[in-house]
């Protein structure tokens, strides 16, 4: 009995000792992790349309709200090398605590493209921290989306657009029907009364 309750203490306080690492390695990690964050106008259901041959500058933003110090990051353009170019002077961006900063691009497509064609683009932003720090872990986040040759109208499914053609032309018909039957009805009202007389 005795052997079994050392045991289990020692399981106890080994449990203990998981959960205060796991929690002191949350508590060291958490402002990092949660140091920053991306927004764009374009996004996974949101593309960029645009014409072969076609250039256009746009931007992402990066915001530093929910971190507890100002943050350093690196911009890497991950996918889209050959379309994507950053306007801005230098690829390291300082964001301060509880401000916005934009990372300014430009994307140029081919002229030779097609409707149709996609090209996805991706920047990673890592966070760059000093030697100073106690533990120098660098988060990154990667924001990107797709770039579509052509116009959104290009791409609504013809089944769609047949559907609704139908449709229109159904409820044309049953308006039809109805106006002949309200006219035959009043016709026949009219010729009751002409009888009576």
């Known amino acids: 009995m005795i052997y ?6 020692k399981i106890n306080n080994k449990m203990k ?21 991306v927004s764009s ?13 076609e250039t256009t500058e746009t931007f992402f933003t ?12 690196r911009a890497e353009i991950t996918y889209g090398k050959e379309i994507l170019k950053l306007v801005d002077n230098n690829e390291t961006y300082k964001v301060p605590l509880g401000e916005k900063v934009k990372v300014n691009f430009k994307i140029s497509t081919p002229a030779d493209a097609k409707i149709g064609d996609k090209f996805p683009i ?9 030697s100073q720090e106690p533990i120098a872990i660098g988060s990154s986040i990667g924001k990107g989306f ?52």
């Open 4 to 9: 079994n309750s050392n045991k289990k203490m």
């Open 17 to 37: 000792t998981k959960l205060i690492y796991g929690v002191l390695l949350c508590v060291f990690l958490l402002p990092t992790i949660l140091a920053f964050a």
């Open 41 to 53: 106008q374009y996004y996974e259901n949101n593309p960029l349309y645009m014409q072969p041959g």
């Open 62 to 73: 990066l915001q530093n709200i929910a971190g507890t110090k100002n943050v350093t990051l």
């Open 122 to 130: 991706t920047l990673t932003f890592t966070t760059i921290t000093s």
């Open 146 to 197: 797709e770039v579509i040759i052509g116009q959104p109208s290009d791409f609504v499914p013809k089944e769609k657009t047949k559907i609704s053609t139908i449709i229109y032309i159904l409820i044309g018909i049953i308006i039809l029907i109805v106006i002949i039957f309200l006219l035959q009805k009043r016709k026949k009202k009219s010729t009751k009364k002409i009888k009576a007389f």
